[in-house]
């Protein structure tokens, strides 16, 4: 039977495998083109020992009013400005020992093609944790310039005030982007939802899935789908938020046999079997009942800059012959760089070298790409339109 062996193991190739093994999810990122490479990125990290944060220029564009050509008038001249986006390599590792393995590596099955797809898939969704982590770091920013960003990137219907509205619907997702983008709005090409979005939208008959014919000539449904013409990746580890109903003294001063009325212990609130009208004043009624709020993201062309910068030993197995009576360890370990379009990492608040999933999702950890200017006030920001990231936050 295969085993972890220290001395026949070979890093390079093992990495190889992992490399080839396919990533769906990631897949449809990069072919989306949401995931795109930085040639800036790539080079600010390459071949540089211990650098973690580096600040990439961004220049800005040619603007102002075009002045009235007479003969009388001056011409006077303005620059662009340079603004500055900061951006953090992530770094993460992880071991497993061989008994992890034992069960797949029975049965004369491949070390190599098992494990390394098992790893591959594990570094996906560590992945797809870190820029859901971003995510929700980016829309928690503050400020009134990165609050721009956020509320109008943001398209929540979950508080609209009939259950019909509260839910995706046809317009749901064109409106959203018009919101976050304006006449751009062109430019976003996925969206990632919860398998309950997802639902909706079929019984709307508003998702359409992928198809293939296989090598039979029978055509088969791929489980990537589309909403109005943009791809959808179907994730129950979007963002989710439970939401307890709300409750207020009731206004009414004559019982209301359509109504259910509820009393209160300070936390607890408990329907009234008997109402009695002496003790009305004391009845609350049903604001709102408890529901799930759903996010769903929508990423465009560009959304993120990604680069593996790649770890000095990426893979290594370890034998230890004394614990257990012997056992062997494998160790991975990840470097990577996803920078949201438009949007710098300040690490104002990180404790190492590497931000852990709770600094990311710390709005204080980012901003809008501005010019660094040093009184606030004079600052100038990006324009948040050019950022193509945006959220829906619904009931279903």
């Known amino acids: 039977m295969a085993k972890f062996d220290a001395k026949t193991f070979n890093e390079r190739a093992f990495g190889k495998y992992v490399d080839i093994v396919p990533k769906l999810k990631k897949n449809e990122l990069i072919k989306s083109r949401a995931l795109q490479p930085n040639s800036q990125i790539k080079q600010a990290f390459s071949g540089q020992t211990g650098v973690v944060y580096a600040t990439i220029p961004m220049y800005g564009r040619i603007d102002g009013d075009a002045l009235n050509y007479d003969g009388n008038t001056d011409i006077t001249a303005t620059s662009t400005v340079t603004y ?3 951006v953090i390599v ?3 590792a992880k071991a497993w020992v061989e008994t992890d393995f034992a069960e797949d590596l029975t049965g004369g099955a491949n070390f190599m093609s ?3 797809k098992q790893v591959s898939e594990y570094w996906d969704e560590v992945d797809q944790d870190t820029l859901l982590a971003i995510l929700k770091g980016i829309f928690s920013m503050t ?5 721009k960003f956020v509320n109008g990137h943001t398209y929540d219907i979950s508080v609209e005030s009939t259950a019909a509205k509260q839910v995706v619907s046809a317009a749901t997702l064109n409106t959203a982007i018009q919101k976050a983008s304006g006449d751009k709005k062109s430019k976003f090409t996925i969206s990632i939802m919860h398998s309950v979005i997802a639902t909706n939208l079929e019984n709307l008959k508003l998702l359409a899935y992928m198809t293939y014919t296989d090598a039979d000539g029978i055509e088969r449904q791929l489980e990537l789908a589309t909403w109005n013409g943009r791809a959808v ?6 963002p989710t938020e439970d939401v307890d109903a709300t409750y207020a003294l009731t206004t009414d001063t004559e019982l209301n046999s359509s109504k259910t009325y509820y009393t209160t212990d300070g936390s607890t609130y408990t329907a009234v079997t008997s109402p009695d009208v002496a003790d009305i004043a004391t009845y609350y009624e049903m604001t ?3 529901h799930t709020k759903y996010t ?3 990423l465009g062309n560009g959304a993120f800059d990604y680069e593996d910068i790649g770890a000095e030993v990426p893979y290594a197995m370890v034998r230890d012959e004394k614990t257990n009576g012997g056992q062997t360890y494998l160790y991975s370990r990840q470097r990577k760089v996803f920078a949201p379009y438009g949007i710098s990492f300040t690490k104002s608040s990180m404790a190492t070298n590497s931000p852990t999933n709770a600094e990311l999702e710390n709005g204080a950890n980012w901003t809008l790409v501005n010019d660094g200017n040093s009184v606030a006030a004079n600052r100038k920001y990006i324009d948040h339109k050019a950022v193509p990231i945006a959220r829906i936050i619904s009931r279903g």
């Not at 400020?143 to 609050?147: E, I, P, Q, R, S």
């Not at 990746?233 to 979007?238: F, K, P, V």
């Open 84 to 86: 500055e986006r900061g």
């Open 233 to 238: 990746i179907i994730d129950d580890g979007m």
């Open 90 to 92: 992530i770094g993460r």
């Open 296 to 298: 769903t993201y929508v």
């Open 143 to 147: 400020g009134t310039a990165n609050l």
């Open 288 to 290: 709102d009942e408890a």
């Open 114 to 116: 098992n494990v390394a």
